[in-house]
């Protein structure tokens, strides 16, 4: 595999040498009569540019847009520094990180895989954690990566208008060895999930193209429109091509795409059907997008709407068209395939392609190109699907189904459980295995864990069709790291061989909750803690779609990535986890209760120390011979015999002064306002 | 109880309401003062120890379990030794002069002429504004007069008459080889120098080249001695020391370099409407064959780099009108605070300029068919010649006409064009003259003086040595002031705020950050224009880090509030008491010591 492959960079970089060759010669040619000139050629490929959309109607009445811009950048010595249509920005970020590869999404919605596929590219590629998730591999020795990460993080934070320096603590990424993407070396990876994605994120995303959204397929970009969708994600993908080396920095290819799931409101009434839940809606361009296509952006190379009805979809027209029409139809109809009975298309393709299927399944993906070229503003592209009869079909799933759960209460232990179930493409398997025993499935699963949920990954327990194995049985390959308090997060790697025929698996790991310094805890600490995404993929499948034979979808960047082998792979449900919050005002409450009882017991010495006994007895007799409330008189009458002393008979006075009693009622008054404006308050 | 027993007789007597036998007693009173006061001075204590407290606990992470002296030492702020500057540093650039006069009347006397021309320099100094670094005491000149029958005087050594090398005749070749030749002979040395040669032609031609030397030619009379010398001393003042720029230009104090000492030049090719035309360029060979040198030039001054980006769909946001008589739309010098459309313009996206790197953009705007040809207007009712303008600190932008205005309707692919090299030359001779501009220099070859025009000679590179020179001694001033204003503040800072912790660090920029200002005005006072400007920029550099060093802002988070939450539901409430028992006590005290006097009188 590996030989095979560096065979291939071989062959491609001597024809690359072949056509530089070739190019010097004929520059030679051109230059001799201009006295300046550069030698290198390389820089004479230019920058490119190429626009694409990809729209899939989704069984669940939902449409996919698939967006995907690519900007490339060749080879060059000005690398960073002179770009024509390369986002400058981006190159400069490359050359000061020396970024070798990089990733970074922002995400809205949840992908729902059973709904809308998991073994396509797309779902592969494109559906991603809520959030933010960044990794990126680094070519630079090994001590400087977590340097080169910490500043890349505030960097894209810049440039994106996100918060994605919070990645900068080394708390928040995790360095994968294997799982994730395989032997890529130097690589980080972390995530934010509860990072809010807006316009704010996507104004400076758009700022990086060209035309930005003033022209071509990104001026469909209607903010509320694709803001309401069910899914979102914004992704940024950059490689390096060719090796670069002391003269001549490799070039750069950027991928810009964004994945919306859209719900299409009816435009067009159609016929009413009695089963209104399987009718799928009518859309256009304009009904989903609130825009139209008005030309492409002139920049681009390329610029091509396509609409792709995916296997599922086309076996089932298929059957449909069976028994509706005759064979002779039905014929001409395969051929094209493009059938009037079920639906309509309000703009004519420009090319039809369908899927070289290498598993000889009955059916196969259809691909319509439409081409942006002819049309301007004046004569805007709105390509419409009308469908005749209901339709129902289901996507192509991943072998299994993961989710990932929480068990057990209380703000103590817990644990988390993934719990993997088997799809229509394991049942394939299931009846292949009849034939050969030794089938195995094998499943990667990759999980960081933050540091503050303590997991024992002794505890790890598998379950298979809900029967406890023994680890060993099912595991092929592990690697834990565990959490570092307050330093780093834990992270699971781990490769399952799971049985072909198997209808669940289950792993199972208990946690303890950790408790968090007062500062640590975030300004809505009662919310939750987040456990990021797990990443399930399986080695052994992968996604790629080819298209037919005549080569011409070779030369569109989308459709050259789907072609490229790509794992499957999905991601599970973000888990939230609440932990135990202290009173936060405690501390203060603390310090108020031991300072008042300070202040009463310091009082009261006081009192006493400053008291004359004598004195005030004299006083309180003369006072009490002049005149006598009667609540001084009930005092008294207290006082006395709280001192266990015979009342002494006083002189009954029956008046009562009126300004005693006034000043009682104001004293009342008083402490019944307190006591309200406390309720009022506090209470 | 017992005081109601034990009453003496004499009291008995006197009614107690009204008078008493005995002194009151001070006891009481003293106990309820002592009290206060100990409260007082207590509450003072405790929020100066806590202030302590917090800094140090926060800031250190110390721990004060210790006695008290150990407490005093834990509780002292860590403060680097500052050795702050104690005055402006002054800065004295040597000014060395020279005059030769060639096939002169040998009548003429040196000392005299030198006399009339040091007036003359005197004279024009104190006209204009006061330099930075320029002493009068510190300018020496030299006068050399050649007459025609090999006979020379000289009065100092600067060029003595024995070194023959260059005579009257050289002066009629060109002015380039002039030039070379005058440079050849003065080559090495930091020494201006003014040739003048009595010579047939009938007009006077002044001369500046492109080194440190102007040559006058030009026939003479002998009274025409006083004008030859005022014209001298304009040479040497208005073009060598001041740099020939106009007072209406940018004052020296906007100098566009980065605090780091670093400018990143940012050129941009915008197409306000790429579906009309789309304008490319090839920047690399520009860059290569015309930036680079001057980068190079400039290099004592600043570290410059250079990038470039193309920008599409970027319309100007200010308004043009189509004027017939012009033939083009037109906008005027008034609209140009609004040419520049930041929303539309992406223009500063540099991550290479990290930090405090000053960019500087520069704009070639191709505009749409909508509004070709567009022109600026100047105030004064003409078209701008070079179609651009500079905005100091930010750049300067240029409008770039397309060839021909007419859109081809007919193909709907826009023509997508490549600069040509004469069209990317002319580009770049306006940009090269709009960062002139904002270098504060002249961007025409022609200074026109009190005594006539000057033709100034233009270097390929971009600026001419003595326009260099000028430039070194104007940055060394200005990063000299700057690094002083700032280290001011900072000790005003440190002064302001004793519990601020001052780390080593800090302590040791500042120290180079002095030791490289002391160097730049040593360099300064030897004439070494280039090291000057080369250390005062890093004078400058290591004043502002040590300014904007993070540790810095640490202590500007402790708060007082925080202080008196903690210990006001203990002091409110014994405040309390202590004051209301201290208030009481010494009524009664008052009371009790007016009736014992009222005892006293009626005894």
Redesign the interface.
Known sequence: MTFSHAKSTVGVTQSMANRVLRLLIVCQVLYSTIA???VLDI?KEEEEFSEELLLKPLPDRKVLAHFHFQSTAPPS??F??????F???IS??V??FRVKEMELSFTQGRWRYEQWGGFDHISSNNAKPPGVELWAVFDVPQSQVDASWKNLTH?LSG?FCASINFLESSTTYSAPEWAFRPDLGNLRYGTLPREAVCTENLTPWL?LL???D??GLSALLDRPSIYRGFYHSQQLHLTLTGSGSEEVDSGIVLEQTLTVVLQPSSWRTGKSYVDKAHSQPSWSINSIFGRKVG?KC??AKSSNVYLQFEKGLVGELKNLQKENANSETNKLASKVFLSNLSFDLSVNPDKVFEEVDNFHSKSTSILYEFSVEKY?DSHPLDLGLTWKIPVVWSCQQAPLHASRFLMGSGNERGAIAIYLRSTELSEGLKKSDIVDKSCELRVNVFQVVPWYIKVYYHTLQVFVNQQSRAVADIMEKIHISPSKDKTSPGVMELILKLPCGLESAALNLEFDKGFLHIDEYPPDANQGFDIPAAVISYPDFHASMHFSEDGSLDKSPMFSKFQEKSLVLSYTEILLVPLTTPDFSMP?NV??I???V???Y??SL??V??K????E??FLK?KAGRKTGRLSQLLSKFSTKLRGKPREPQPSTTVSSSFVSFKLILKILLVAGIAICWQYYFG | ????VDKSPREAAAS??SMRTAEPGLK?LF??LS?LFSFILGMVLLIIYYLLLVVVVFLFNFNICAGFPFLWKSVEIYRSEISLMESNPSLSFPFHFQALFFNFNPDLNPHHLKLSILDQITKLTSDSAPQCGTNKNLTTLSVTLHSNKSHCTHDTNFYPCGANAISAVDFDSADEDVDELLRSVFSGKNIYTVAVVNGGGDGIRVVVGKYRHAWIVGGFDFEEEDDLASRVAEIFVKVFVNGGRDQGLIHGEFMPVGADGRIVLSFNLLNAE??DW?Y?WD???I???VLTPIMEVLGPIANI?????????TPKSSFSYWDEKQNSYIFNTKDLPFFVNSNEW?LD????AGGRSKILQFVVYVPSAKECPLRLQLPNGEISKTNGFISPMWGGAIVLNPRSCLKDSES???QRHIMSTEDLQEVFEVFLGQFRQLFGLKSDNIYVGESGTFHLLPSERGFTEWELDVLSRQHTCFNLHSCVTTLGSLSRLVQSLPRMIIMDEIGKQVQFSLEAAKLAQSNASQGVYESAAVSSRQARSLAEDAFFHPSIMSVSYYSFEHCF???S??F???S???LL?AL??WRRYKKEKAKYLAWKKIK
């Not at chain 1, 960073?80 to 249509?85: A, V, Y």
Request: proline share 8%; glycine share 4%.
């Open positions: 300046f000139g550069s820089d010595t000005s960073g520094r002179h770009h024509h249509l986002p400058k920005p400069q970020l050359k000061k960097a440039l700022k060209p035309c930005r003033k022209a030309g002139v920049l301007n203060y310090i108020t031991t300072c008042t300070f202040a009463l310091f009082g006081l009192n120390l400053q004359r006994v004598g004195e007895e004299r003369s | 109880m017992s005081a109601v107690p309401e009481r106990l309820t009290v790429p579906n789309v490319d920047f690399q060979r860059d290569e064959s780099s250079v990038e470039s980006q193309v920008l599409y769909h992406h996206t540099s991550i290479a709907k692919r826009p939450a903690v210990y539901p203990f409110l409430p014994v309390m008491h202590v028992a009481r006590e």
